[in-house]
């Protein structure tokens, strides 16, 4: 069997016993990154050099160095492109960014440094993670491995596609409103929105900054557990991560889920464009859980048909405010031309940012500026404090919900790059789990007839990702989807 | 209701600039948008108070203690213009 083939438990485990080493695994993936990412646009920088020089000195971490204890110790992992990497390219996919090169690590960087895991690159996503298909890319769309004609989802479709695809066993994203789970769902692949607070985000570019999370992807629950047993935990340099110990979330697995409660959400299963086979995937979901003996009941979350509105003022409000600092002073793109300051910020704000993301600042400019701000932003706030009762009252009486994670399987591209709300329309399941600041974790939940993958959501309660992971494993052991791959044709 | 006025303004205080076009289209878009978002408007919300953050945020001090930080070359790294160990930027009055 191809190293790239073995799941990053299985990786590591064979590093631990001596049957391969790190920088051979690196190398494998390296060689399977040349191979297939011209079809696939997954990687938008390749640190393949940086890469063999960690994975050789994990290698010579003698055995029995505490260093070694790491679950994926010598695993190689890709990064999304928003995440600061020091002395590498970090640009957001964005022209503003083009030249950045990052003079610090951010704090999931030490922690994958700490934890042996050599860095491949970094992986395409829509600009400034504004977006659910990757088109809003400056280096163009990634390309879904189970049908090339389709999105991946986004934004961190990049981080997807290299996992759906072999090209690295693991991949970090962030998720501000589904950005992380949508693109899983379209790819096949497990995706993670930690709880708010539990992952640092010293170092991540900041997006919505009450929102944004960063979190793992990978093939399968247990690899997924053990990377965000890596990347979690308190961080003196984030005022928002919150200390609360990080448990080895591999305890979790394979433990009777019994008894547990699902609660199903009726307005996310009672609305219009739900694709039917999209609620088969969640008909058959309830059906094999409760053979193995969770309970089910059906909750009301009344606020969701406002959730929608409520994320895009909050998220834009905050999007316009953190992107206030690409001036073409400190870093980034610079207009040369402009004669004064002020012709410079605004040539150079225009010309460094794409179509989407001078929506959104203009959006988020708006619902802030006198006149609006109480009507919209505070609105919205209010509205966000509604909607987080809703969850924090199910969770009385119940220890998850699912959901689907998307309304469709993945789209074509092209569909609804003009029309933004449609392709907003596209995050309508995920994004209340931001707004709450819960977790939420999507899983393979079958496919569609076109034969593309179906993802299913599950949510918890804050800092419950182990709950989530015993839940997702039963399901995922039991489904059996995780033994179909893409086709081998690109 | 936005008017082609108020995304002007909102461009100002962006520090962004349009094109005739891109302003038509994009008055047309923020207001499908806006128009959309209105929905709050519905929902009474008398007496709830303002999430702006689902955890308790707490102001976090430390000790006025000297570490080691950024030195100038570090911090001008990525500039786009510099001279002399300084950021340098165009004309600020006419």
Excluded at chain 1, 186 to 193: A, D, E, I, P, T
Excluded at chain 1, 223 to 249: F, Q
């Amino acid at each position: 069997m191809r190293l790239t083939e073995l799941s990053a438990a299985e990786l590591a485990k064979a590093i631990r016993n001596g049957e391969t080493t790190s920088k051979d695994v690196t190398a494998a993936f390296i060689n399977r990154i040349e191979q297939k990412n011209k079809g696939l646009n997954a990687f938008v920088s390749k640190e393949f050099d940086l890469a063999l020089k960690a994975a050789g000195e994990y290698d010579k971490i003698p055995a029995g160095n505490s260093k070694r204890s790491s679950p994926l110790f010598g695993v190689p992992i890709a990064l999304k492109d928003n995440m600061c990497e020091q002395g590498t390219k970090v640009t957001c996919c964005s022209k503003i960014l083009e030249n950045f090169i990052a003079p610090y690590d951010a704090a999931v960087v030490e922690k994958l440094k700490e934890a042996g895991m050599p860095i491949l690159g970094k992986s395409n996503m829509d600009e400034f993670a504004m977006g659910s298909s990757t088109e809003n890319s400056v280096y163009g769309p990634s390309l879904n491995p189970w049908d090339k004609q389709r999105i991946p989802g986004g934004s961190s479709g990049g981080s997807a596609v290299a996992v759906a695809a072999g090209l690295a066993p693991v991949a970090l994203g962030s998720d501000t409103g589904g950005s992380i789970r949508q693109p899983a769902s379209c790819c096949g692949v497990v995706g993670l929105k930690p709880t708010y607070g539990r992952v640092s985000r010293y170092g991540l570019v900041a997006f919505a900054s009450s929102l944004d999370q960063i979190g793992p992807f990978a093939r399968n629950i247990e690899d997924t557990a053990a990377l965000l047993r890596v990347i979690a935990g308190y961080d003196p340099k984030d005022s928002t991560s919150i200390k609360e110990e990080v448990p080895d979330y591999s305890a979790f697995l394979n433990k009777s889920i019994k008894g547990m409660k699902i609660a199903i959400p009726k307005e996310y299963l009672g609305r219009g464009g739900l694709a039917p086979d999209v609620s088969g995937s969640i008909k058959s979901a309830i059906e094999i859980y409760q053979k193995l003996g969770a309970e089910f009941g059906e909750v009301s979350l009344p606020h969701t048909e406002y959730c929608l509105a409520t994320y895009y003022i909050i998220a834009t409000a905050e999007a316009s405010s953190n992107l206030a600092r690409y001036d073409g002073v400190h870093y980034g793109y610079r207009n040369k031309e402009a004669k004064t300051l002020s012709e410079m910020y605004s040539s150079t704000r225009a010309e460094g940012f794409g179509d989407e993301v001078k929506r959104r600042i203009m959006l988020g400019t708006y619902v802030l500026s006198a006149g609006y701000y109480d009507a919209y932003y505070l609105k919205a706030q209010k509205v966000r404090t509604l909607i987080k009762r809703d969850f924090d009252n199910v969770f009385k009486n119940y220890d998850c919900l699912l959901t689907p994670t998307a309304p469709t399987p993945a789209f074509k591209l092209g569909e609804k790059i003009a029309d933004p709300i449609q392709m907003y329309l596209s995050d309508i399941f995920t994004i209340s789990v931001n707004l709450a600041g819960v977790p939420g974790i999507s899983i393979q939940g079958g496919f569609s007839k076109e034969k593309l993958p179906i993802g299913i959501q599950l949510i918890g309660k804050p800092f419950k990702e182990g709950e989530l992971f015993k839940l997702a494993y039963a399901y995922e052991q039991a489904a059996l989807w995780t033994k179909f791959r893409p086709p081998e044709t690109v | 209701m936005i008017t082609r006025k108020d995304v002007e303004h909102a461009a100002k205080l962006s520090q962004l600039k349009f094109g005739e076009e891109e302003l038509n289209r994009l008055t047309k878009q923020l207001e499908d948008i806006i128009g959309f978002v209105d929905k709050l408007a519905e929902l009474n919300t008398d007496g709830i108070e303002p999430t702006s953050s689902v955890i308790p945020v707490v102001n976090v001090t430390r000790e006025d203690a000297v570490k080691p930080s950024f030195d100038r070359e570090q911090a001008l790294s990525n500039a786009p213009e510099k001279e002399m160990g300084h950021y340098k930027i165009p004309k600020i009055m006419e």
